[in-house]
């Protein structure tokens, strides 16, 4: 494959529909740009790149998620993971006499699709699988996936286009907060700067200028938080967004437990003097980089989650941190080895394939170190075994 003489990592070139589509999404940026003075703020391109209306990454068509597209998830990699979610979330239901799950942002439908199957397996399917997703391409294929692979479940699944009033349940969303646009800074001559997107000659470029206010303070806050100041040129990303969703998220809550998976760390490890350049990763055709200026519409574009902003913003919408665990531990502690019962008599072959999916499950320098599962509860409700053991909540 020929490889992008642009950059360092590597990448393929993107073939002509792809770009042809990234250029029509540069060019509706550009003018937004033009009509904003010359730059806009990193957070607001993230967000076009990615929302545009009918344009941006995941409101478009492109494959995304899965083999064919550019990146893959827990649910997709495996079925096993789901049915370790469902454990839990049949857990908390039996405490709460009931409930419905609602799942923010479900991707192609893999994660409900399994979370559901286990969920009949146990005999305590919810009367409603909520599912609250931004993209109308990626809504389409979630009913589609699951008319077609647990048709008998469809009318239990219900499309909502804002976030259930007095929810009692659990909500479930897994690498939904690092799709949400970040800001980003940059320390100079002791202030802080904010690093913006401009265009010139053809291609988005990064820009600084003194950070407005609100960003500044933000991150004088952190570092009062950390104990520590920024030295010059450190770089990295705030997401003002994580904190608002996952406040509206708890403030939905009325009775029950939010695991948000994802990748990320504490606030101190975010913000670790050695990280200079921040957390920002993006996807194009399974290769993780770290350019988000490029082609945009047609990769995606994250940032790890600082965990403790997440603790935080849910501890003032008055919900608890039930536990904060590595994906290897929430997927084993909550019954990863339940789920192989019976491996050893399956045909080889799967042996081979469900053992290879525990590995990028839960090796840790595949997923299962780099992804943390928090859970939030309200009311009087055990943690989920899977939040038990090795709990790291002390770190948040
Ligand atoms: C990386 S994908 C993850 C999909 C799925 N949860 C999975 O694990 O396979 C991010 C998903 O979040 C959706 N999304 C992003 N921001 C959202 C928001 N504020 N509310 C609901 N969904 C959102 C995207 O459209 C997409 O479905």
Redesign the pocket.
């Known amino acids: 494959m020929k490889s992008n003489p642009e950059s360092r990592f590597n990448l393929p070139i993107p073939d002509a529909e792809s770009k042809a589509h990234s250029d029509r999404v540069s060019a509706y940026i550009c003018q937004i740009i033009e009509k904003n003075g010359g730059s806009i703020s990193f957070s607001e391109f993230m967000h076009h790149a990615l929302y545009a209306p009918g344009m941006g990454y ?1 409101a478009a068509g492109a494959a995304k ?1 899965g083999r064919a597209g550019d990146f893959v ?4 990699i495996s079925p096993l993971f789901g049915r370790v979610v469902a454990r839990q979330i049949a857990f908390v239901l039996a405490q709460t006499g009931g409930g419905e799950v609602f799942e ?5 439908g ?2 409900a699709v399994s979370i559901l199957e286990k969920l009949a397996e146990l005999d305590v399917l919810p009367g409603r699988y909520l599912i ?4 109308a391409d ?1 809504k389409e294929r979630q009913e589609a996936r699951i008319r077609s692979e647990v048709p008998q479940f469809l009318d239990r699944v219900h499309w909502i286009s804002e976030l259930p009033a007095d929810f009692k349940g659990v909500v479930v ?4 907060a ?3 646009p970040v800001d980003r800074f940059r320390i100079f001559d002791d202030e802080v700067w904010e690093a913006r997107v401009s265009m010139e000659r053809g291609k988005f470029v990064w820009q600084f200028a003194i950070a407005p206010e609100p960003l500044r303070e933000f991150v004088r806050n952190i570092e009062i938080d950390i104990d520590r100041a920024f030295k010059n040129g450190y770089e990295s990303e705030v997401s003002r967004g994580l904190g608002n ?1 996952v406040t509206d998220i708890c403030n939905a809550v009325q009775e029950g437990v939010v695991l948000l998976v994802d990748y990320g760390v504490s606030r101190r490890e975010y913000y670790a003097s050695e990280r200079v350049q921040g957390w920002l990763r993006c996807h194009f055709r399974h290769h993780a980089h770290d350019n988000p200026l490029l082609w945009p519409g047609i990769q ?1 574009i994250t940032a790890w989650v600082d965990f403790s902003m997440v603790a935080k913003s849910a501890s003032a919408a008055g919900m608890a941190v039930a536990g904060y665990v590595s994906q290897v531990h929430f997927l084993l502690n909550g019954g990863l080895e339940d789920e192989l019962n019976g491996f050893t008599s399956l045909p080889l072959v799967e042996q081979i394939e469900l053992a290879a999916q525990v590995k990028l499950l839960t090796l840790p320098a595949e997923m299962g170190e780099n992804f943390k599962c928090i859970g939030l509860s309200r009311g009087d409700i055990m943690a989920p075994p899977a939040l038990l053991a090795s709990d790291r909540a002390h770190l948040l």
Do not use: C, Q
């Not at 998830?73 to 997709?76: K, L, V, W």
């Not at 969303?173 to 939904?176: G, H, L, R, Y």
């Open positions: 995941y998620l998830t827990a649910p997709e923010p942002g479900a991707g192609t893999a994660l609250l997703e931004v993209s990626l969303a897994n690498e939904v690092d799709a949400i969703w995606d």
